[in-house]
């Protein structure tokens, strides 16, 4: 089966903080995935990968940036962590031909 | 703009009741349509359509996607309260440079209540 490992499960930050997101995968996956989800708006792509070192935005990046050094880990970066970033943080993977996504269990982030 | 849309946005319903969530899309280079589960945490997996008219089942699960009208269901028969939860529906998409994204509707939260 193909695991998705966020770090951390919950994380207490303070506004202007620079967050480091980790996600990890193991099956070789070209793409990879952030995506934010807050009550009443759904799920909302931030930003993606479909290579080590390429990145394209998402349909909310601002505020965030993306590091994909490694094929299995893709990074998401809070330069200086608001109040409104305060979110449950979902990363994915797919192998690049598509098939089913596989999600991490989440990281909820509470920046107070 | 890509869009999908979900509906009822929440239902409440009976165990053993049969229940219909729908979603329409209106996207650009569709690739697919899955549809997820989510409890407390990450969403799971449930279906995968990439054919029109071909109905995908799992046990008392079952969905089906119309290409020509833009729209997929998900049945659940024989409702128990483990259905609880919210489903998701998202549309693949070819984004462009060899890479897809999945794009969300914003979930039909489902109450099973005994």
């Known amino acids: 089966d193909v695991k998705v490992t966020q770090s951390s499960r919950y994380l207490v930050k303070r506004t202007g903080e620079k967050v480091f997101l980790e996600c990890v995968q193991d099956?070789?996956?070209?793409?990879m995935f952030w995506y934010r989800q807050d009550p009443g708006l759904g799920l909302r792509l931030i930003y993606f990968?479909?290579?080590?070192?390429?990145?394209e935005k998402g349909d909310i990046p601002e505020g965030y940036s993306v590091s994909r050094e490694k094929k299995e880990r893709f990074s998401l970066i809070l330069e200086s962590a608001s109040t409104n970033q305060t979110s449950m943080y979902l990363c994915a993977s797919t192998p690049v031909f598509g098939g089913g996504y596989t999600f991490g269990s989440g990281t909820r982030l509470t920046v107070v | 703009e890509d869009k999908v849309v979900q509906s009822p946005l929440s239902l409440v319903v009976h165990e053993g009741d049969t229940v219909t969530l729908n979603c329409s899309y209106e996207?650009?280079?569709?690739?697919?349509l899955l549809w997820y589960k989510q409890e407390k945490k990450a969403p799971t997996f449930l279906f995968m359509l990439t054919s029109s008219g071909i109905e995908k089942k799992s046990g008392r699960l079952s969905s089906i996607l119309d290409k020509k009208e833009l729209f997929s269901i998900l049945n659940i028969t024989a409702t128990q309260t483990g259905d609880s939860a919210v489903y998701l529906c998202?549309?693949?998409?070819?984004?462009?440079?060899?890479?897809?994204?999945?794009?969300f509707g914003k979930g039909t939260k489902l109450s099973v209540i005994p």
């Open positions: 099956m070789d996956h070209e793409n």
């Open positions: 998202a549309v693949d998409l070819y984004s462009g440079a060899g890479s897809y994204q999945l794009t």
């Open positions: 996207v650009t280079n569709f690739r697919s």
């Open positions: 990968s479909y290579d080590v070192k390429m990145k």
